[in-house]
């Protein structure tokens, strides 16, 4: 049971998850949060006994508990990066907190600090979620004065301060449109290394979450510490090693060169930046973030999501009723049980070059709207499901043509347009009463089950506050919208993976994780996703074949293997597949919905890495087993004979559901499972075992 534990005098806190324990002291005259354990854990006179961790010598020059503190503020002999910094009415920067009160309410800590000279507080939050070990932190800032204007350039959640070790090394992702998910350990040089996007969103460049650890972690054993941003704006994670050997994370909204302006009596509340230790490897700390967005995060997470089709790839804009229906039939034969239409049928919409923003039906493409199709299609036995992009217009467009003013813009300068289009700003009540108002009749008058809300560029030209504002103004939207209709599901897209948070998580049901549609591509794409993210929120298509990104040439059990590790879905022009693509693609449609309930809910287990020659990922839920193993390039005498596999029982038995085969839990622990894939290149296998009782 997670708790919060305060010594009487206040001077010491133990917040306590699952395992583990984040202990500080609170030190009330300077202002100054001094953590002393974040790990296994540990009881208050424990933690209380510990020191706190000031450099180990001092000189003039350094800052004596540079990252070493929760919550740094800029000012006085603080040197380090800054989880707090601006400019005060009197034109002077210098913070001087001090502590003015602490309490605990359930399971929150508020530790409550105030500025000596300035008007301004800060109100700190902890949260330690309940059967996880994720704790939760934000703070709150506030100006108290009655004049004047405090102008914030740093306004972090706060510090994350990781236990001194010989080294550190962190992880981290990279990529792009379309190339997502590289995943990077690297030795953590002495110095500040700064992760960011300055897009506005979130990026296909970066994702906001660090791991760290003391170079000799595992995918299954080692100590790492994990801190992960809940924000779909520009954003910064700044990670401090300094030359005393102390490491700390720090993270919030924003980035270098937006300003957030506080009047008086204004509060600026900061996203969650929440942390999570564990001492079994990278793969434990990712189901520890997986267990959390099941269990506190994602909407609905106890339900199975559907097996879906969109037929962007199959018809492009080139969308009509008559199209649509004809792939609908199909799909609903393979057992699909959501159809989305996918961009072109609204407006002016016939390429990228118009349209955005004129959101009623093309009447030459549906004569009597949308309401007929979704009806058709809802009598086919699937869900009715639609592409939308609320946040951009073109130029080309009613919508721009009479309100030039919405858009993201800096007075007398060039409009940047990207894929020809601009973007509203979601800042303004107008924007987002208007885009409330046509989402809610379109959901309305088509009784839509799921919305993919895409995005499809960065934000240029914005004001000082739309760089975080944005966001904050799509989610009170999206939160209004999903109030107003219980049944509806949003799946969270930008241009593929380019808005992957926790932030947009908590809102939405899943993601489209990439315009990529490759299935080899897919595997280092999804590998990354699953670092911090649960397979049930990676939606994956299968797509045809030769890819029409890549031209690569897959067979479809391939295809359809990486997809079923998330949630599935079919994107493939169907009306060009064949009668043997068909029935296969029926029988492994079939195959999914057995192990679903296995994949979506269930713990993964990362075997083999997807740039080995043979990769491997396990599912474990309950008493199945489900492990997908993939072969990219075929090799004469290749090595890999037999797979052990993680997290199971060793006292236990267990049974292959395809061939009857009958397994000792240690066995498939230590020799492993026998390894059958076909020949040739991109070869793979599904096996399904199942936990004898008895």
Same mark, same amino acid.
């Given at each position: ?63 004596? =508990? ?58 700190? @939050?902890? %949260? ?6 994720? +704790? ?17 350039? $740093? ?65 299954? @054993?080692?100590?790492? =510490? ?205 924007? %987002? ?38 966001? $904050? ?16 599901? +949003? ?60 031209? /690569? ?42 192990? $679903? ?26 008493? /199945? ?29 267990? /049974? ?39």
């Amino acid at each position: 049971m997670s708790s919060i534990e305060m010594s009487g005098d206040g001077a010491t806190v133990a917040v306590h998850t699952r395992s583990t324990t984040y202990a500080l002291h609170i030190d009330a005259a300077a202002g100054s949060l001094r953590p002393v354990h974040w790990g296994s854990r540990l009881d208050l006179a424990a933690a209380r006994a510990l020191p706190a961790r000031p450099s180990a010598h001092t000189d003039t020059f350094e800052a004596p =508990w540079e990252a070493a503190e929760d919550y740094p503020a800029q000012g006085s002999r603080r040197f380090g990066a800054a989880a707090l910094g601006g400019w005060f009415p009197d034109g002077s920067a210098d913070c001087e907190l001090t502590v003015v009160d602490q309490r605990v309410d359930g399971d929150q800590l508020t530790v409550m600090l105030t500025d000596t000279r300035q008007p301004l507080a800060v109100d700190l @939050h902890y %949260r330690p979620v309940a059967g996880t070990d994720v +704790i939760e932190r934000w703070a709150v800032l506030h100006h108290t004065g009655d004049a004047g204007i405090i102008d914030l350039h $740093r306004y972090d959640a706060g510090a994350w301060c990781v236990p001194p070790r010989d080294d550190y090394r962190i992880s981290h992702v990279t990529g792009a449109w379309s190339a997502e998910g590289l995943v990077h350990r690297t030795a953590l040089p002495v110095a500040e290394t700064h992760f960011t996007s300055r897009r506005g969103v979130t990026g296909h460049h970066a994702n906001p979450w660090v791991m760290v650890d003391d170079g000799t972690a595992r995918e299954e @054993h080692g100590e790492v =510490w994990s801190m992960a941003l809940a924000h779909s704006g520009s954003w910064r994670i700044t990670a401090s090693r300094s030359h005393a050997g102390r490491c700390a994370v720090l993270g919030g909204a924003g980035h270098e060169g937006v300003r957030h302006r506080l009047g008086p009596g204004e509060a600026f509340t900061t996203p969650v930046f929440a942390g999570l230790y564990t001492g079994g490897g990278f793969g434990a700390a990712s189901r520890g973030w997986h267990a959390y967005q099941r269990g506190h995060v994602v909407p609905h997470a106890s339900e199975l999501r559907p097996v879906l089709y969109n037929s962007w790839e199959a018809t492009t804009f080139d969308v009509t009723q008559e199209g649509q229906l004809a792939l609908a039939r199909l799909a609903a034969d393979l057992g699909a049980e959501l159809f989305v239409v996918d961009d072109g049928w609204f407006g002016a919409r016939t390429s990228d070059r118009a349209g955005l923003g004129d959101w009623t039906p093309n009447p030459h493409r549906f004569r009597d709207g949308l309401g007929p199709v979704a009806e058709e299609i809802r009598g086919l036995g699937m869900g009715f499901g639609i592409w939308v992009e609320p946040e951009m217009t073109n130029p080309d467009s009613d919508l721009y043509r009479t309100h030039p003013d919405w858009v993201h813009h800096t007075p007398g300068h060039r409009r940047t347009e990207l894929r020809n289009q601009l973007v509203l700003d979601f800042g303004r009540a107008d924007v %987002r009463e208007w885009a409330w108002q046509w989402l809610d009749g379109l959901v309305r008058d088509t009784g839509a089950a799921l919305l993919k809300w895409d995005f499809n560029r960065p934000i240029t030209e914005a004001a000082q506050d739309a760089w975080t504002g944005h966001a $904050r103004g799509v989610y009170a939207v999206v939160d209004r919208l999903r109030a107003a209709h219980p049944q509806l599901r +949003i799946e969270s897209c930008a241009g593929g993976g380019g808005r992957v948070d926790l932030g947009i998580m908590a809102r939405t049901d899943q993601f489209w994780t990439s315009d990529n549609t490759d299935a080899v591509d897919r595997l280092t794409i999804q590998h990354g996703h699953t670092q911090l993210y649960a397979p049930r929120s990676m939606v994956a298509w299968v797509t045809d074949s030769p890819n029409p990104l890549t031209e /690569r040439v897959v067979p479809l059990p391939f295809r359809f293997h990486v997809a079923m590790t998330g949630t599935l879905g079919i994107g493939g022009d169907l009306t060009t597949w064949d009668t043997g693509e068909l029935a296969n693609a029926r029988r492994l449609v079939a195959q999914y919905k057995d192990i $679903r309930p296995v994949v979506q809910h269930g713990e993964l287990y990362r075997l083999r890495d997807p740039r080995e020659t043979v990769s491997a990922v396990q599912y474990l839920h309950g008493d /199945r087993v489900v492990v997908f193993i993939f072969q990219v390039g075929a090799q004469f005498a290749a090595p890999l004979r037999s797979l052990p596999l993680a997290g199971l029982d060793p006292t236990a038995t267990y /049974r292959d559901d395809d061939t009857g085969d009958v397994y000792g839990g240690a066995t498939l622990a230590g020799p492993g499972l026998p390894v059958r894939l076909p020949g040739g290149d991109y070869a793979s296998a599904l096996v399904r075992l199942t936990r004898l009782r008895t």
